[in-house]
């Protein structure tokens, strides 16, 4: 066939996919999860377009980001207007935010949302161009209550998926002044070995050293064990809210590891930022990540209100579920399956068929096997609990044979019945 995946993409199919985590079956767990996990918490969901103004995205991210110079997907309109899909979530929501004046109806707003995101990325493993993630703001919220709340949601939600062993690695960027201090210390710390960073590393060192500590670089690494620390550059204000987001980690029994090299890659976010990290899938993986962006809101011309938040890759999430033999659902069949044999028989469970669904009972007709015994290989590939076999002679007594897949009882059941047999085998 001529036509394939574009680069970067897949495909998400039902059981008969080989790759688990493309399963249909999983996603949908893992969104339920989420979905419900968040609502618990009392995050409300919130729906913006793939695609926004480009000057969005270029504001929000920061015009010089990897994200908006190497890896959006830009596209002119007929109208010539600049339009970018949606590389992350949180710019779209701020700007939906803004754009439908929610600060006037509320102190706090907790938004959550689910999509996909696009970024054109090199083509490596657990990277797409068409990738999905869940995330939360907590628009609003300057408390350190805040910054813990959505911690701990991040943790309930692999502690619902299955996944208890995840580490917590906290750490605060500070605010501008802290920011501004702990610069010219690390930039000091780095001078003398300028000529051996790596060259990202060595490009950063004016613009932006902080991101330095981002690198994964072997020879930075080594470079940054003895840097200095931003623990110990943090300014009054900002240690004061480091240490109670703490204090209510530890008194909700939420452990965390401090990790003075956590500072994300995202130009704008201030004082908390954190991973949760889990083995399962080797070295230190994160599998979700987020922090305080006090500054985003005014930047993009709206209130001066602050922000907390995190995102987590859905890819990822389930791959590091997989990888940790995490119980995940399988994909459930139809509680009756019904197979005719002939032609008259069809329309009748075809009517009994019917009958079931308006009752909320999944049902499926073979309109297709001609052998009682290629209908039943049929019923067992679909994990049917049901199988109601309707060949002449049971047509004309308007009876079904239903047989139980499991245990292989059988019991006669007339047509007319039949709905009711399924609601009471439902309810034992
Ligand atoms: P970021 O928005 O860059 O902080 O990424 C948050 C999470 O999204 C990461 O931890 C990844 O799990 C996931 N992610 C980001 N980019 C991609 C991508 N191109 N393909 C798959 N997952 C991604």
């Given amino acids: 066939m001529d036509y394939q995946l574009p680069k970067g993409t897949f495909d998400i199919l039902p059981a008969f996919e080989k790759e688990p985590w493309q399963r249909s079956a999983v996603w949908q767990f893992l969104e339920e999860?989420?979905?419900?996990?968040a609502q618990d918490f009392g995050f409300r969901e919130i729906r913006t377009p793939i695609y926004e103004r480009s000057e969005l995205f270029?504001?929000?991210?920061?015009?010089?980001?990897?994200?908006?110079?190497?890896?959006?997907?830009?596209?002119?309109?007929?109208?010539?207007?600049?339009l970018s899909l949606r590389p992350e979530g949180t710019a779209s929501v701020i700007r939906a935010f803004l754009e439908h004046n929610l600060s006037q109806k509320a102190h706090v707003h907790k938004f959550f949302y689910c999509?996909?995101?696009?970024?054109?990325?090199r083509p490596q493993s657990g990277r797409y161009r068409q990738f999905h993630q869940f995330g939360v703001e907590a628009i609003g919220a300057k408390d350190p209550a805040q910054d813990a709340e959505v911690i701990d949601l991040l943790c309930e939600i692999y502690r619902r998926l299955g996944l208890p062993k995840i580490i917590v690695q906290l750490n605060s960027v500070g605010d501008a002044e802290s920011r501004q201090n702990f610069r010219e210390a690390l930039q000091n710390h780095l001078r003398p070995h300028f000529s051996v960073l790596s060259p990202e590393s060595q490009l950063r060192f004016e613009k932006n050293p902080l991101r330095i500590l981002d690198s994964k670089d072997p020879k930075d690494i080594e470079l940054l064990a003895h840097a200095p620390s931003i623990q110990n550059f943090l300014s009054p204000a900002s240690r004061e809210h480091f240490d109670a987001v703490c204090r209510y980690l530890t008194q909700n029994d939420i452990?965390?590891?401090?990790?003075?090299?956590?500072v994300r890659g995202l130009d704008y976010y201030t004082n908390t930022v954190f991973e949760v990290t889990s083995s399962a899938l080797g070295a230190q993986n994160a599998i979700g990540a987020g922090g305080r962006f006090d500054g985003l809101i005014s930047s993009l011309g709206g209130p001066n209100l602050p922000a907390v938040g995190f995102a987590l890759g859905m890819e990822r999430a389930l791959q590091t579920l997989l990888a940790s033999q995490a119980v995940i659902p399988e994909e459930t069949g139809p509680l009756l399956y019904l197979l005719p044999l002939g032609e008259e028989a069809r329309s009748a469970c075809f009517r009994v068929a019917t009958a079931c669904r308006r009752q909320k009972i999944s049902a499926e007709v073979d309109f297709y096997s001609k052998k009682i015994q290629t209908g039943l290989q049929q019923?067992?590939?679909l994990k049917a609990t049901l199988c109601a076999v309707v060949g002449s002679e049971e047509l004309l007594k308007k009876t079904a044979q239903i047989k139980h897949l499991e245990n292989h009882t059988q019991e006669e059941v007339p047509f007319e019945e039949i709905s009711t047999y399924c609601k009471r085998f439902l309810s034992v």
């Avoid at 504001?59 to 010539?80: A, N, P």
């Avoid at 999509?115 to 990325?121: D, I, L, N, S, V």
């Fill in 58 to 82: 270029q504001r929000s991210v920061g015009e010089t980001s990897d994200i908006v110079t190497k890896e959006m997907f830009t596209f002119l309109d007929r109208g010539g207007r600049s």
């Fill in 115 to 121: 999509g996909p995101m696009f970024r054109y990325e």
């Fill in 255 to 262: 452990t965390y590891e401090l990790n003075d090299k956590i």
């Fill in 33 to 37: 999860v989420l979905r419900n996990t």
């Fill in 379 to 381: 019923a067992i590939r």
